[in-house]
């Protein structure tokens, strides 16, 4: 029995050896992202509990009192929360719903290019933008809309117009940042949807020409659907982050302007404003807490709703 028992434990050890022999190369590769991860998204869910703690940097995190709810009911005592989740909500609705159909259209446009030089020049011209940092955007649409000697004012002044301070009107910025981003990540976002149409069968296309389908009719009858799964995860991800903003969006392109925070502020400015200018520790942690905790319900939700509708395209 001992030796049965032997030989049985000498063949698990054989196999676990060939296992991690063929997953330890793979493990050294992620290794890196993994530990990017933890440090970058699990070592500051440690710092949750700052949300219920009345901070003090001479008490120290452990030495701070405990303050319950207070910082929730100071935040949303205040007109700023309404602003920044109505703000942070409809923006992202805006960019989900629009980003998508545009990158769509452009990947639908590159593939009816073919393989070709003009081809990878207009990918490459469209992801250009992606690759800039939002302080350089920041400053290129300053020199549109610079009331002294921006473009659209001058041109304005030229026409006999009025200029108009872009700055201090905020009636213009949910237009000029939903053009702004989507001009940044429309051209990135449509190299998914391209790899997408790319890996369509094109038999099918063959097909359906054969039948005498024009090129719009393959566009409605064959590409989108087809698109279907590509387009509900990007969607779900997306919707996953519902409740957060694209910093240097909402916070370099308008310069920090308070007279148009009606428009601009959204939950990830205000919570770097509360810890920069108002130095409210608590407040600030009970903001993104909030922000994490609806964007899971939302994620979740949404997930639910997917499944039932089609299982084979949710997420988990």
């Known amino acids: 029995m001992s030796e049965l028992s032997t030989a049985t434990a000498g063949r698990k050890k054989a196999?676990?050896?060939?296992?991690?022999?063929?997953?330890?190369?793979?493990?050294?590769?992620?290794?890196?992202?993994?530990?990017y991860l933890i440090i970058n998204n699990y070592l500051p869910m440690f710092g949750v509990f700052?949300?219920?703690?009345?901070?003090?940097?001479?008490?120290?995190?452990?030495?701070?009192?405990?303050?319950g709810f207070k910082n929730f009911e100071f935040l949303f005592r205040t007109r700023d929360a309404i602003v920044m989740t109505r703000n942070?909500?409809?923006?992202?609705?805006?960019?989900?719903?629009?980003?998508?159909?545009?990158?769509?259209?452009?990947?639908?446009?590159?593939?009816?290019l073919g393989e070709s030089i003009r081809t990878k020049f207009f990918q490459s011209s469209l992801l250009l933008p992606n690759l800039m940092s939002w302080v350089v955007i920041a400053?290129?649409?300053?020199?549109?809309?610079?009331?002294?000697?921006?473009?659209?004012?001058?041109?304005?002044?030229?026409?006999?117009?009025?200029?108009?301070?872009?700055y201090m009107e905020s009636g213009y910025w949910p237009f000029i940042l939903t053009f702004v981003y989507l001009w940044k990540n429309a051209g990135y976002m449509s190299i998914i949807y391209l790899s997408a149409i790319a890996g369509i069968d094109k038999s099918i296309y063959e097909s359906?020409?054969?039948?005498?389908?024009?090129?719009?009719?393959?566009?409605?009858?064959?590409?989108?659907?087809?698109?279907?799964?590509?387009?509900?995860?990007?969607?779900?991800?997306?919707?996953?982050?519902?409740?957060?903003?694209?910093?240097?969006?909402?916070?370099?392109?308008?310069?920090?302007?308070?007279?148009i925070y009606e428009t601009t502020q959204t939950i990830d400015t205000y919570v770097y404003r509360g810890l920069m200018q108002?130095?409210?520790?608590?407040?600030?942690?009970?903001?993104?807490?909030f922000q994490s905790v609806l964007g899971f319900i939302v994620v979740v939700s949404a997930n639910a709703i997917v499944r039932k509708v089609d299982a084979e395209n949710a997420l988990f």
Request: proline fraction near 4%; aromatic fraction near 12%; charge should be positive.
């Open 15 to 35: 196999k676990a050896h060939i296992r991690y022999a063929k997953s330890g190369p793979l493990l050294l590769i992620a290794a890196p992202g993994i530990i």
């Open 50 to 67: 700052l949300a219920f703690k009345d901070f003090s940097y001479k008490k120290g995190v452990f030495g701070s009192p405990w303050a």
């Open 88 to 112: 942070t909500l409809l923006y992202n609705a805006a960019f989900i719903v629009l980003g998508t159909i545009l990158a769509i259209f452009i990947a639908i446009l590159l593939n009816a």
């Open 139 to 166: 400053y290129m649409v300053f020199a549109f809309l610079n009331s002294d000697t921006g473009l659209i004012d001058n041109t304005l002044k030229a026409l006999g117009g009025k200029p108009v301070a872009w």
């Open 208 to 259: 359906a020409s054969l039948d005498g389908a024009t090129k719009v009719q393959q566009i409605f009858r064959i590409t989108l659907p087809m698109l279907k799964s590509t387009v509900v995860i990007m969607t779900l991800m997306a919707v996953g982050r519902i409740f957060f903003s694209d910093f240097g969006l909402f916070y370099q392109v308008p310069m920090n302007s308070g007279a």
């Open 278 to 289: 108002l130095n409210d520790v608590g407040m600030s942690s009970a903001a993104g807490l």
